[in-house]
């Protein structure tokens, strides 16, 4: 059974996201997995996303974010799953900010001498919300992670729920999404 980690993007933390999340995180426990949920909206930030320091890229700093606040050590347990959960509402055709500082903080699980990713075994996977159709960002967000997927060279798939209503507690009552939320849970921890 797989271990997971879910990055939630959202600054809504009682949002659409994080209900979607909950779903999901029930599905994986169901099933027999594990799950650690992350807020990205607590975290303490010592620089927004990554600075191009170059640090991680140090030998003896190898799976390291030099800037080391709370952001650095979320990224660093990364090799520790089997999956890696980004979830995330969309915010202008794309995965919001908040999840883009994450993955560009991820450059310090990659070796840019050789191009290799240090963590090929992590599967990865999305859990995006909007409010618009798929075409209003929604399917972007899923093809950009496709060909991220590609270049780390890890299996991806994605859970992508449009036409959220804002009102979260809509969502609550949504007894057909939180099921397929969950199913996608279940599945994931057999992955
Ligand atoms: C700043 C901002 C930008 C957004 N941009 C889009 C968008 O481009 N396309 C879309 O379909 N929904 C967009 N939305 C709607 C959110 O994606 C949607 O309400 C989502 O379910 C919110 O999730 P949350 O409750 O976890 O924050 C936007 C919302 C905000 C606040």
Not at 74 to 81: G, H, I
Not at 158 to 173: Q, V
């Amino acid at each position: 059974m797989n271990k997971i980690l879910l990055v939630n993007g959202s600054p809504r933390v009682h949002g659409n996201t994080a209900i979607l999340a909950e779903a999901l995180a029930n599905g994986v426990r169901a099933a027999g997995g594990t799950i650690d949920l992350a807020s990205l909206a607590n975290l303490k930030l010592s620089h927004p996303g990554c600075s191009a320091c170059m640090g991680c890229q140090q030998p003896a700093n190898r799976g390291k974010c030099v800037l080391g606040d709370d952001l650095a050590k979320l990224v660093e347990s990364v090799p520790n799953y089997d999956v890696l959960v980004f979830a995330f509402p969309v915010y202008f055709f794309h995965p919001n900010a908040q999840i883009k500082m994450f993955l560009d903080r991820m450059f310090c699980l990659f070796d840019a001498k050789t191009n290799t990713s240090m963590i090929p075994k992590v599967k990865m996977a999305i859990l995006a919300s909007a409010g618009g159709s798929l075409a209003g960002g929604l399917e972007a967000s899923d093809h950009f992670f496709i060909s991220l997927a590609r270049f780390l060279k890890t299996p991806y798939t994605s859970f992508l729920k449009p036409l959220c209503p804002e009102d979260s507690s809509r969502l609550k009552n949504d007894t057909k999404t939180l099921e397929d939320s969950k199913n996608f849970g279940q599945h994931l921890a057999q992955w």
